[in-house]
């Protein structure tokens, strides 16, 4: 059967109809000199300089930018922002869903790794108008000389808003399907999908998101370093703080990936609290292996109440090295919320968010790949671990067979549909695409509703009121009729041998002459495994009889490549159809060129 229910505030005539923004006012009249939003700058000082804005501060602000925007752009035009993570980041969200300009969170040119995203989010988008900063400008404008892209009516310095113009502004009505920004999804080797998100679905996730982290706990405080033009940064950073009026600390993912320490930082300094933060699986491995004995004597975590887990796959590994390594700083065993989510359902969808210790289940590998869940001992050779994502909230989830549309029953592996407030309408401009993924209609709906169902495209199964997600549906590979996970080779192969860095290993099928398919690996090397002793040979063979007997299938080619080499969505996740496309481009970095080059 179905998980879910809907939010009765937010059905109409509901108390939580209130588009979000409109929220915004309100606690700048009621909370005007209480902390809104603080951005912790380490550039600066490596300590931090916390800089706040307080509510009064943050709508005043908001309302000079919508003014500012709509000097250049008329309702409905788009604003891209190609600006750093500052308070400048979020004011500019703010002024833009006041002024019905629809906001394009994106960023600075000069980050790397993510050129490709920006060149077609912003020719899909076309925005009138650029929000950027001094400093970034003359990446800004090589970006615009470098790039078949159009031109925007004018470019706008955030940092030089005159707040003289939020006397100017009118409140205008703001409708719940009036359309706020468009996310633009990572990861798609295809043309860049902007997911249209009304303002009705931004307000519904954040109610849905807090209903699930447990609102009754006083003085809740939001700690994050996820990059604002992902889906799960904007909602935690933005929207979460502005259902209730509360706190938000946040920094840029940079300063995290140079000292991961810094998160917990963050959090240790309000042990009084009720600390809420999120962050994708490799997040929390990285931060439990980076810290130290010295450091975890200085920090105290007992305010850490939910710390949201939320990108496919979450290991079980680093679930238990996180709890592990953090104990001794007063770490909750209930603090891990594994989760699912994803941009078209706006980004939140489960989270097993209740003050127990993640549930994991092994079943059988073999009765898995045929679509049913069997229970199995945690010993066994063909056990698999799957971890609980929990339950919805405010939106109903059913597992579907994509042919037939049928609902399944529990303990049936079949894909993931989502229904609720919290599910995009569309694809900017691409109705074909739009119809196929948000028009899902269930052949014998029952007691939930007909549609539209919003088709995730992933594998998953629900077993005692919990949602488990086992994979991507475009990922699952196929070989002699078998069906494999590719997350379960993945990690066969970085616990086949010490140079395979862990959790950066994709698996992929690809064609032969033939027609059918063969299983290629590609796994990044343990930077503590130098060159100058790596046996290339030893590792592939280790790799390939560990696949061989764990899963009873051969490796066509294994591939170890150097640190960095495998692609990663903006979350944080294994690309898979990218690096596949690098790999038959023969774009790796492998180790072998690295070693030949060293003679």
């Not at 359309?179 to 999804?185: D, F, I, R, S, V």
């Not at 999908?193 to 954040?206: K, L, P, R």
């Not at 040979?537 to 080499?565: C, Q, Y």
Request: glycine share 8%; aromatic share 6%; proline share 8%.
């Amino acid at each position: 059967m179905a998980l879910g229910s809907l939010l009765p505030e937010l059905q109409p005539g509901g108390a939580g109809r209130v588009p979000l923004i409109e929220r915004l006012p309100r606690w700048a009249a009621e909370r005007a000199g209480d902390p809104a939003w603080t951005f912790v700058d380490y550039s600066a000082d490596p300590a931090g300089v916390h800089i706040t804005l307080t509510w009064a501060e943050a709508d005043r602000r908001a309302r000079a930018m919508a003014v500012r925007l709509r000097q250049v752009a008329e309702p409905g035009d788009r604003a891209a922002l190609l600006l750093p993570q500052t308070l400048d980041y979020m004011v500019t969200m703010l002024g833009a869903l006041y002024s019905h300009v629809v906001a394009v969170p994106l960023f600075s040119p000069d980050l790397p790794g993510h050129a490709e995203r920006l060149i077609g989010a912003y020719r899909d988008s076309e925005p009138a108008v650029i929000v950027t900063s001094r400093n970034s400008l003359p990446h800004v404008e090589k970006f615009l000389a470098d790039q078949d892209v159009p031109a925007p009516k004018e470019i706008i310095f955030a940092e030089e808003l005159d707040l003289g113009l939020a006397d100017g502004w009118a409140d205008e009505p703001i409708g719940f399907d009036d359309l706020a920004y468009l996310q633009y999804t990572s990861g798609s080797t295809r043309r860049p999908a902007g997911v249209e998100i009304t303002h009705g679905n931004v307000t519904s996730n954040a109610m849905q998101l807090w209903s699930g982290w447990a609102p009754e706990k006083p003085d809740p405080e939001l700690v994050s370093w996820l990059p604002l033009f992902h889906d799960m940064g904007l909602i935690a950073t933005m929207a979460l703080p502005m259902v209730s009026g509360d706190h938000a600390i946040y920094t840029d993912p940079v300063s995290f990936i140079m000292n991961p320490v810094r998160w917990l930082e963050l959090i240790a300094e309000r042990p009084a609290k009720n600390v809420y933060t999120a962050g994708p699986n490799f997040a929390y491995e990285y931060v439990a292996s980076m810290v130290t004995p010295e450091k975890l004597a200085e920090l105290d975590l007992s305010g850490l109440t939910t710390c949201l887990n939320g990108a496919e796959p979450i290991r079980t590994s680093t679930l238990a090295m996180f709890a592990d390594a953090l104990a001794p700083a007063g770490l909750d065993a209930g603090a891990q919320a594994p989760g699912y989510g994803l941009a078209e359902a706006t980004v939140f969808v489960t989270a097993a968010a209740d003050p127990a210790p993640p549930r994991i289940l092994h079943v059988d590998r073999d009765a898995l790949t045929q679509g049913v869940l069997t229970l199995a001992d945690e010993g066994s050779e063909r056990a698999s671990a799957l971890v609980s994502c929990g339950g919805p909230q405010g939106q109903y989830v059913a597992i579907v067979d994509p042919e037939t549309r049928r609902e399944q029953p529990d303990g049936t592996v079949g894909e993931i549909w989502v229904h609720g407030p919290n599910t995009a309408p569309g694809y900017w401009r691409n109705s074909e695409r739009s119809q196929d993924t948000f028009g899902g209609e269930l052949a014998e709906p029952g007691d939930l509703p007909a549609g539209p169902w919003m088709k995730t495209g992933d594998y998953g199964v629900l077993h005692g009121g919990e949602l488990y997600v086992t994979g991507r549906i475009k990922d699952l590979i196929i070989v002699d009729g078998r069906n494999h996970y590719p997350q379960d080779l993945e990690v066969t192969t970085q616990e086949a041998h010490e140079a395979v860095r862990p959790d950066h290993v994709a698996a992929f099928a690809v064609a032969t002459g033939s027609g059918t398919e063969e299983l290629v690996i590609v796994a990044e090397r343990n930077r503590r495994v130098p060159l100058a002793r790596l046996d290339l040979a030893e590792v592939a063979d280790a790799v390939r009889g560990a696949v061989n007997v764990e899963h009873e299938m051969s490796v066509k080619e294994f591939l170890l490549i150097e640190p960095g080499g495998v692609s990663r969505t903006s979350s944080g996740k294994i690309a898979r159809a990218a690096t596949r496309q690098r790999y038959l481009d023969g774009a790796l970095p492998t180790s072998a060129a690295r070693i030949a080059s060293r003679k």
